[in-house]
Nanobody, 113 residues
Framework: VQVEESGGGLVQPGGSLRLSCTGPGFSFRWYPMSWYRQAPGKEREWVASITKDGGVKKYADSVKGRFIISRDNAKNTVYLRMNTLKPEDTAVYYC???????WGRGTQVTVSS
């Protein structure tokens, strides 16, 4: 299993970012996928999930209405579009196939003016 997250960076409050998650040599199409995040000094928390076919999406209350999870199984990629970012969204973001005990390195998102 290998998962690679990318797309993080420094953004001002109110800005947007799109995170990507790919799985070199590992097919995502058979798995529901989720995004998680871990802020400094806090436990890792669930952010969003998407079913195998992309038909059902769920979000944590803290990001509902601002974040959008999507996937392109042909490209073996899962995305997290993050809009109206807030300083409290600052964290390392991880994607994970549901039911697979593996964590990638994550991608850092920093929201600051």
């Amino acid at each position: 299993v290998q998962v690679e997250e990318s797309g993080g960076g420094l953004v001002q409050p109110g800005g947007s970012l799109r995170l990507s998650c790919t799985g070199p040599g590992f097919s995502f199409r058979w798995y529901p996928m989720s995004w998680y995040r871990q802020a400094p000094g806090k436990e890792r928390e669930w952010v969003a999930s998407i079913t195998k076919d992309g038909g059902v999406k769920k979000y944590a209350d803290s990001v509902k209405g601002r974040f959008i999870i999507s996937r392109d199984n042909a490209k073996n990629t899962v995305y997290l579009r993050m809009n109206t970012l807030k300083p409290e969204d600052t964290a390392v973001y991880y994607c994970k196939p549901d039911g697979v005990d593996y964590w990638g390195r994550g991608t850092q998102v920093t929201v600051s003016s």
